[in-house]
């Protein structure tokens, strides 16, 4: 079975200083593991994603976040929030291989960005 | 390129009712998978269609099914609609679906509401 945690429903920065999203995962599989961010009214967007090749990740926006299979963690993180970086963030798992793809989602981590 | 489409944006019905909603995925992908986001929570994953054959289901009831058609786009049929059904209703589509390794594509949703 696949499970996400993530650890904070709601996390604050001010603008310029740097984000930490938590992220747990429980797998019997190798996993792939993705952050999606959804803006408001907006569907979602790919963030970054792991799938067994280089354990630190870097993806759009400035975001990257690391694989650590002794911690089972994927935390996502960026030097400087920006005011746009405000949103729903998204913790994902699926099985790497199998007969199809079943996105499992965390229950999100809303970031709030003040000046 | 066009990304994922869906259609349409908002849809009221009542209680009882029928509801189809509709999906066209990235030129050149021919997997479709269905997700249903209530408020406040994560997508959680309904259906997966490759080559118009159902390759994955998740917990949901049979009042929920679905079809792709060969242009490999996709509807998503809700009959008996019930209050709990009222949520952010995500298609994804990717080349093939079956590895984790391959990113899934959303669109904007729709967002029903159920009276």
């Known amino acids: 079975a696949q499970s996400v945690t993530q650890l904070d429903s709601h996390v604050s920065v001010s603008e310029g200083t740097p984000v930490l999203l938590r992220c747990n995962y429980s797998?019997?599989?190798?996993?792939?593991l993705f952050w999606y961010v959804q803006h408001p009214n907006k569907g979602l967007q790919l963030l970054l994603k792991?799938?067994?090749?280089?354990?630190l990740v870097k993806g759009i926006n400035g975001f990257e976040a690391e694989f650590k299979k002794s911690e089972t963690s994927f935390h996502l993180t960026k030097p400087s929030a920006h005011m746009s970086d405000a949103a729903e963030y998204f913790c994902v798992v699926t099985p790497i291989s199998g007969g199809y793809n079943k996105l499992i989602f965390g229950a999100g981590t809303r970031l709030a960005v003040h000046p | 390129d066009a990304g994922v489409t869906q259609s349409p944006t908002h849809l009221i019905k009542t209680r009882g009712q029928h509801v189809t909603l509709r999906c066209s995925p990235i030129?050149?992908?021919?997997?479709v998978s269905w997700y249903q986001q209530v408020l406040g929570q994560g997508p959680q994953f309904i259906f997966q269609y490759y080559e118009k054959e159902e390759r994955g289901r998740g917990n949901f009831p049979d009042r929920f099914s679905a079809r792709q058609f060969p242009n490999y786009s996709s509807e998503l049929n809700v009959n008996a609609l019930l209050l709990g059904d009222s949520a952010l209703y995500l298609c994804?589509?990717?080349?093939?679906?079956?590895?984790?390794?391959?990113?899934?594509?959303f669109g904007p949703g729709t967002r029903l509401l159920v009276l």
């Open positions: 030129s050149g992908h021919k997997s």
């Open positions: 994804a589509s990717s080349l093939r679906g079956g590895t984790g390794q391959e990113t899934q594509y």
């Open positions: 797998s019997s599989y190798s996993p792939s």
């Open positions: 792991y799938t067994s090749a280089a354990t």
